[in-house]
């Protein structure tokens, strides 16, 4: 089992509906878990991360972690066509981190 | 604004050739990373630094070599390019390692190897 998955997509949705984006891991010793978004021919720019477990909001982004189920979730909210990119979770521990390999995700107007 | 900076978006070479990437960051960071990013496999992680003239193998170093002269600097070496290292490379910088907040990337330089 890879340390990270993630469902490559690509993920269509219409403008204004909730997007759930998700990722499993199998090391119990993640402490930080990220959330990048990537626009096409852009690197990657860290979205939002948490520590441990739990949710944090910021706007119309909510990241929640469930280390019981080793399952992490980006939600976002009345999405904009401005939010289609690629979104790569990722993780960390003992300084090195793990890079899921990316949802692309589109928004249609 | 943090800045890293990477010296080509765009870069065509032949096979065998030595191609150098450039990274350079204005943020005074410790460590300094070079990752590639291949559809269906991801971010995969070639070499870090964490000091001057330090380095460490990442997941994938076979076939590269790095050097880091100066603290803002670290260059990525494909001392005989191959067909099998067209791809995006990413560089990104922190001052934290393993801390997220404190890591960022640069645009990233498509290479293609012909």
């Known amino acids: 089992q890879k340390e990270v998955e993630q469902d490559p997509g690509p993920l269509s949705v219409p403008e204004g509906a909730i997007v759930s984006l998700n990722c499993t891991y199998s090391?119990?010793?993640?402490?930080?878990f990220m959330w990048y978004r990537q626009y096409s021919r852009k690197g990657p720019e860290l979205l939002m991360y948490t520590y441990s477990s739990g949710n944090k909001e910021d706007g119309r982004f909510t990241a929640q972690v469930d280390k019981s189920s080793k399952y992490i979730s980006l939600f976002i909210r009345d999405s904009q066509p401005s939010d289609s990119a690629t979104y790569l979770c990722a993780m960390s521990a003992e300084n090195k981190i793990i890079f899921g390999k990316g949802t692309r995700l589109h928004i249609l107007p | 604004d943090v800045k890293v900076t990477q010296s080509s978006r765009y870069l065509v070479k032949r096979t065998g050739e030595k191609v150098f990437l450039e990274c350079v960051q204005d943020?005074?960071?410790?460590?300094m990373f070079w990752y590639r990013q291949d559809p269906g496999l991801g971010l995969r992680l070639i070499y870090f630094?964490?000091?001057?003239?330090?380095?460490e193998k990442g997941d994938i170093p076979e076939g590269y070599s790095v050097s880091r002269e100066k603290k803002e600097r670290f260059s990525l070496i494909l001392e005989s390019a191959s067909t099998n290292q067209t791809s995006m490379y990413l560089c990104a910088s922190s001052l934290v390692m393993g801390a997220p907040d404190t890591q960022y990337f640069g645009p990233g330089t498509r290479l293609t190897v012909l």
């Open positions: 630094s964490y000091d001057v003239k330090m380095k």
């Open positions: 943020m005074d960071h410790e460590n």
């Open positions: 090391n119990s010793a993640f402490q930080y």
